[in-house]
């Protein structure tokens, strides 16, 4: 694979999916009626991280992209430094979940977080309560980023039974995904510099029925 390509790299959209960007802070100020004629049609933005922290552009980003017609969610970095009920008051009330288009997310990665590193069933516990109570708010299912070092020492995927937002280098996951992120150097009218890059399954973010764990 060509890496000078990858930059400009969409997968096909095969009639079903549609072409899609994931942003926080780090992407500076962005120009979404750009984004938008670039072919840019879905987005989920950072809202919040932990406990205490909210992104400051999250708000103007929300505003930016629907302004644009551009579907989009919201999602919380979850840190191991605070109680899942701490994380998903601030997440609920940053995020104004019932004004987007697609459903909450979460991003769970050891990378990034605090150094904390509790037990098994403690993380469990409390990712759990954060799915239960941003989904009770939200009424809609929460999708999950799992990292592979979290899912190593977590086994998050093999007790949280969702939507998934898959990371696979250029090439389609091979399980099933809601959002496939294909790479995290995309260079895109209305960013200054490189963004990650999705291809969203809107049919799998729609309104569904709850699944219990």
Not at 175 to 196: E, L
Request: charged residues 25%; hydrophobic residues 35%; neutral net charge.
């Amino acid at each position: 694979f060509c890496f000078g390509y990858l930059p400009y790299y969409r997968p096909a959209t095969l009639g079903r999916y549609v072409h899609g960007i994931d942003v926080s802070h780090h992407q500076g100020n962005i120009n979404w009626k750009l984004l938008a004629q670039d072919g840019i049609d879905a987005a989920y933005l950072k809202a919040t991280e932990g406990n205490d922290y909210s992104d400051p552009r999250y708000q103007q980003n929300r505003v930016g992209a629907q302004r644009q017609g551009i579907d989009i969610g919201a999602y919380h970095f979850f840190t191991l430094c605070s109680s899942g009920m701490e994380q998903a008051v601030q997440f609920i009330a940053e995020a104004q979940l019932h004004t987007l288009e697609l459903p909450p997310a979460v991003d769970l990665e050891l990378i990034g977080s605090c150094k904390q590193r509790p037990p098994v069933s403690d993380v469990q516990r409390e990712v759990f309560v954060f799915v239960r109570e941003v989904e009770r708010i939200s009424k809609r299912e929460v999708v999950l980023y799992i990292g592979k070092s979290f899912n190593d020492r977590y086994a998050i995927s093999a007790h949280f039974h969702r939507q998934r937002w898959e990371l696979s280098f250029a090439h389609r996951p091979n399980r099933k995904w809601a959002v496939w992120q294909v790479h995290g150097f995309a260079k895109i009218d209305g960013i200054s510099g490189r963004v990650d890059f999705d291809l969203f399954d809107l049919s799998q973010l729609g309104q569904s029925d709850l699944k219990p764990d």
